[in-house]
């Protein structure tokens, strides 16, 4: 019954830009901070931003520090990931998850409890 949908993903030229989205059902998104993560073929998931349940605070990963954007829309249940200046490096499976405040850090994908399935974001040179 929770289920968490990605879209937004494909293909694009490095230099591009996409906008992930992430719609929640059967859970409401407020009492929850929410984290994006990555993987690719033959690596770990990875973690890339995260916004606070209140959308004050957000952090991100060195590695897309000043290119990516995440935000929140409560309103409508959903969270985005703006994605600019994409690099080939960046293609991956893009991941987004809900976390209980306090429970654990961001950083870590055992932090999280709910999981989409992912979209897939491929970038070429």
């Known amino acids: 019954q929770v289920q968490l949908v990605e879209s937004g993903g494909g293909l694009v030229q490095a230099g591009g830009s996409l906008r992930l989205s992430c719609a929640a059902s059967g859970l409401t998104i407020t009492s929850y901070a929410l984290g994006w993560f990555r993987q690719a073929p033959g690596k770990k998931r990875e973690f890339v931003a995260a916004?606070?349940?209140?959308?004050?605070?957000?952090y991100y990963a060195d590695s897309v520090k000043g290119r990516f954007t995440i935000s929140r829309d409560n309103a409508k249940n959903t969270v985005y990931l703006q994605m600019n200046s994409l690099k080939p490096e960046d293609t991956a499976v893009y991941y987004c998850a809900t976390r209980h405040p306090g429970s654990g850090s961001h950083f870590y994908t055992g932090s999280y409890n709910y999981w989409g399935q992912g979209t897939q974001v491929t970038v070429s040179s």
């Open positions: 916004i606070t349940w209140s959308g004050g605070s957000t």
